[in-house]
């Protein structure tokens, strides 16, 4: 299963999410710019969104019961993530952003490499650590984002993206996992 866009509605929808993303970073955290902040957001939400619709219609295609499967999970593991890292020890979750960063450029080289070997099984494996890494990134985003918050950071449009990109991940990784697994189960019916 291929996450990735084709098409130039795609390709048009991840240039639209990279620029509101740059215009986002871009714009400073004042309550004049909020508004705009705020529509940076929707704009990278629906980019999101229109980049995702090939995975979604692919997904419809194999059993539609898949997304509704997903979401749940996703919502299950996002709240259980998110309150594991709250109710833990201050701090306790903040030295995974090394490890974090070090696993995602692993995984970077390994999708990269996978694009000339063309190899399902490492598609596969790829988006399983893909998975894991996002989880453990609900927990170090978590509690980032409660430490700068103790230090007066009030910028809850930043905090809100940045789990926001966690949930969507985490939401294509499963769909992913289970559409191939329903195509799995189907072929050896």
């Not at 390709?11 to 400073?28: D, K, R």
């Not at 996002?78 to 995974?96: D, G, K, N, Q």
């Not at 952003?97 to 696993?103: N, Q």
């Amino acid at each position: 299963v291929s996450t990735q866009s084709t098409g130039s509605s795609g390709i048009n929808a991840e240039y639209g999410g990279l620029f509101a993303f740059m215009f986002l970073t871009a714009t400073s955290n004042n309550t004049a710019s909020q508004a705009k902040r705020l529509g940076y957001v929707s704009g990278l939400a629906a980019c999101l969104g229109l980049e995702s619709s090939y995975l979604l219609d692919y997904v419809i295609s194999v059993d539609p019961q898949i997304i509704v499967t997903a979401f749940v999970t996703t919502s299950v593991v996002f709240v259980s993530f998110t309150l594991t890292a709250l109710y833990a020890e201050r701090r306790s979750m903040l030295f995974l952003g090394s490890m974090l960063s070090t696993a995602l450029s692993g995984l970077f080289i390994l999708s990269l490499a996978n694009l000339f070997f063309r190899v399902p099984t490492i598609a596969l494996v790829s988006v399983y650590i893909s998975l894991v890494i996002s989880c453990l990134f609900v927990m170090y985003d978590t509690q980032l984002i409660v430490e700068k918050k103790r230090l007066g950071d009030n910028d809850f449009i930043w905090h809100s993206v940045d789990l926001f990109i966690d949930f969507i991940i985490i939401f294509k990784d499963l769909m992913v996992i289970l559409t191939d697994k329903e195509k799995r189960k189907r072929n050896n019916n």
